[in-house]
């Protein structure tokens, strides 16, 4: 068993009792701060905040939420929805936000499980789907809708009429072990579970958050675009925000991220795999259009980067000809580069959620962006192994402060600190799967620790791919290697039970919008020369590999996977189930001679790397 544990840090947020605690603060001490700020400028102070919270509380109160009641949230990234859910908390009652793609269905499904009583959503079709699913749901006493008066609901402004609660006396009441929320699973491997999180679990996680960036947040600017349902939104822009202090802008449309990032500027943003795969290939493209000479130039300080980002991973700071060319690169290359994506302010950036390639790391920090990957699950509230300074590209830190992290004798990782939350709502059985009696909380996860506790991950346990030959593969690797083509946008590796693996490609948009304008996707896909390209640079990875993680053929999608889909999670993690299914027959073909055969541009590319 190797492990790696956190340091104790005493120098936290520790006189916080709740959440509530960090709002009350701010309210009182800085009521004309900015909390927020949107796309077109109109702020509100924390006074602001804290005014519409204790107001909407109150109208809760008037509809009948009660202490320990549930309020589900179906809401997109809005101001509306901060009011929302610290309201329902300092109304006594538990917020619990679910995917704006929920179906009816599906809604039915979780406020019935969770049995909420009051659910708040905005009008169109988030609320048709709400008065459909309302009359199967019998603890369900009003709809709250944002936008207008529907018949059968409350408008949000009725309930901001209302007169404010007294928020410290509602702070006072709450302790550190009330349901604070419930985060259900995007239910890539089954039906969606609810994971608990009181308190003391959010307040844990932010103090590791505190041990590496300090306990004042009041100079950070966030953008918030990712689904509230996730536990890293939910976090990130939302606890963190009342805890820190910070200013968010609210993002409504993930899609509009790029010109939020111009007009924001962030401090610190994070961003699932994909966001910084297109990032990085958008960059590539766009320097790869540019004449030799100046993609030369670019190469030369691509080298300069590496070698300060490899020395500033290991605590060190350049000097001498090194600090003096990186200077010249920045200034000249990178600088403006940054400043026109809107991250020349941006002091951390993080990836999490799924595995990110280490290529993409490294990429965005030889350009001066101050990339990292963190790792957890909404089980432990979000995060439990980070290193936000002393990167090692392709590892995912160390262990949060107060947490111990180890994997058992089969390489699971396991986690045991307060971070980890108290179990899954009404259902003891996958609680106990998922909590030994120990107190370890069992990932699902393989990985591996170097000498220094630096974490590893393999994959996922169920993920692993076993050949018809009894050979186990990790998918999750091989697909990271394939996304770090310039043209590839997704990939997923298939060979479960099969002879042999094979893998279906998707193209980047954003690099063919720059290498083939005004050409379609699907276009693209069926161009003999882009599957020759293609094909090469995927026996450039199976070269590095072993010989059963190669593969033998893939097959180039003319489409884009898209989040919150069949094939994706909203935070665009694959749906393994959902591709097999939606791809069964190009699979098949695949196996039965179809698709594009790697194997003779794998001839061409071995010698090659043999003689390197």
Not at 449 to 466: A, P, Q
Not at 572 to 581: E, I, P
């Amino acid at each position: 068993m190797r492990k790696s544990a956190g340091s104790s840090y005493g120098a936290g947020m520790t006189d916080l009792q709740t959440v509530l605690d960090g709002f009350v603060r701010h309210v009182t001490q800085r009521p004309d701060d900015v909390a927020f700020r949107t796309y077109h400028g109109e702020t509100w102070t924390w006074a602001e905040y804290g005014e519409r919270a204790a107001r909407f509380a109150a109208g809760l109160r008037d509809l009948g939420v009660g202490r320990g009641d549930r309020v589900v949230l179906m809401l997109r990234n809005r101001l509306e929805f901060h009011v929302a859910d610290t309201g329902a908390v300092l109304a006594g009652a538990t917020p619990i936000s679910i995917y704006n793609s929920s179906s009816v269905e599906q809604i039915r499904h979780l406020a019935g499980h969770c049995r909420a009583v009051v659910a708040v959503t905005e009008t169109g079709e988030f609320a048709d789907r709400f008065l459909a699913a309302a009359s199967d749901l019998p603890s369900l006493a009003g709809i709250v809708t944002v936008g207008g008066d529907i018949a059968g609901t409350t408008p949000y402004d009725e309930l901001l009429a209302s007169s404010p609660i007294d928020i410290e006396a509602a702070a006072a009441e709450a302790a550190p072990d009330d349901l604070l929320t419930v985060i259900y699973t995007s239910g890539t491997t089954g039906p969606p579970k609810g994971v608990m999180l009181n308190h003391r679990n959010v307040l844990a996680q932010f103090d590791g958050l505190v041990h590496f960036l300090g306990p004042d947040g009041s100079a950070h600017r966030f953008v918030s675009y990712l689904p509230m349902a996730h536990i890293a939104e939910r976090n990130v822009s939302h606890y963190v925000h009342l805890l820190w202090g910070n200013v968010v802008t609210p993002c409504a449309d993930m899609s509009q991220l790029g010109a939020y990032l111009i007009a924001v500027r962030p401090t610190l943003l994070f961003g699932p795999p994909r966001v910084w795969e297109k990032l990085a290939a958008g960059i590539r493209a766009v320097i790869a259009s540019r004449p030799q000479e100046e993609q030369e130039l670019v190469a030369e300080a691509l080298r300069v980067g590496r070698q300060v980002q490899e020395l500033r991973a290991r605590g060190g700071e350049p000097d001498g000809d090194l600090a003096a060319a990186w200077q010249r690169v920045d200034d000249g290359v990178f600088a403006p580069l940054r400043r026109m994506i809107g991250l020349d302010e941006c002091g951390y950036a993080f990836s999490g959620a799924a595995p990110i390639p280490a290529e993409v790391i490294e990429f965005l920090r030889d350009i001066g962006l101050p990339m990292s990957e963190i790792y957890g699950m909404s089980e432990n509230t979000g995060g439990m192994t980070w290193e936000p300074v002393l990167v090692r590209p392709g590892k995912v830190g160390r262990a949060y402060l107060d947490t111990e992290v180890v994997t058992a004798p089969d390489g699971e990782i396991l986690c045991r600190g307060p971070i980890v939350f108290p179990g899954y709502l009404d259902d003891p059985e996958r609680t106990r799967e998922a909590i030994d009696e120990d107190g370890w909380l069992h990932t699902g996860d393989i990985g591996e620790f170097d000498d220094d506790g630096y974490l590893r991950i393999v994959d996922r346990k169920k993920e692993i791919l076993i050949t018809a030959g009894g050979k186990n593969i990790s998918p999750a690797n091989l697909e990271a290697a394939l996304k770090t083509i310039p043209l590839v946008g997704q990939a997923m590796a298939v060979g479960d039970g099969r002879p042999y693996l094979v893998a279906l490609l998707t193209l980047d948009p954003d690099a063919i919008g720059v290498r083939f304008p005004g050409r379609t996707a699907d276009d693209v896909a069926k161009d003999p020369a882009v599957a020759a390209e293609i094909a090469a640079a995927v026996a450039e990875v199976n070269a590095h590999v072993s010989n059963v993680e190669r593969l033998r053929r893939i097959t180039i999608l003319g489409e884009e996977w898209l989040p919150d889909t069949d094939v994706l999670t909203p935070t665009m993690k694959l749906k393994r189930r959902g591709v097999l299914a939606k791809y069964e027959g190009t699979i098949e073909l695949m196996y039965a001679g179809g698709g594009i055969e790697v194997q003779a541009a794998q001839e061409a590319v071995e010698p090659t790397v043999a003689a390197t």
